[in-house]
């Protein structure tokens, strides 16, 4: 599920019945704020009591977005839950040292370290195993091009000046 406004979209990675992990990508300003909002309300509203937000693709965040998050948090909180940040940026993370409010809103590096913060039957499958499965090489022969060694190429030499006089 991908849901978007024109400078903020929000998609649902993976969930269980107690997390959802979701990608926050763009601005978070005044702007979006409602749509923030009402995105992360119907999650907490499908019954997920914790929220890992993954903003390594947050490109903006002013203190209306600031206090977004802290609402969000204050819902979780209220419900027994946690809001946890991945992979916040260098600006990001000066917002939240610089308001007082990284205690409040605890940043890890990737989201496998912030599911980490929770208990174990609260965490969804990570990495999701809804992504397509990597295609392998072909199986080769002998005979195949690709199993022959490179030619070697007989060695150019560069051609020398004749001065004889």
Do not use: Y
């Amino acid at each position: 599920m991908s849901t978007q406004t024109h400078r903020l979209t929000i998609t649902e990675v993976t969930d269980c019945d107690a997390c959802a992990v979701l990608r926050v990508s763009g601005e978070l300003d005044q702007s979006c704020e409602a749509f923030f909002l009402s995105t992360l309300a119907a999650s907490v509203d499908a019954g997920h009591r914790h929220l890992v937000l993954d903003v390594t693709a947050l490109v903006f965040c002013d203190s209306r977005g600031l206090n977004c998050l802290l609402a969000v948090r204050w819902l979780l909180r209220r419900r027994d839950g946690k809001l946890l940040l991945a992979g916040a940026g260098r600006r990001l993370t000066e917002l939240l040292v610089g308001t007082g409010s990284s205690e409040l809103l605890p940043t890890r590096r990737t989201v496998a370290h912030a599911l980490l913060d929770l208990p174990p039957a609260h965490r969804p499958v990570w990495p999701p195993t809804s992504a397509p499965e990597p295609t392998l090489p072909r199986e080769s022969g002998p005979g195949d091009p690709a199993q022959q060694p490179p030619p070697v190429l007989p060695r150019q030499h560069p051609p020398q000046d004749d001065e004889s006089e």
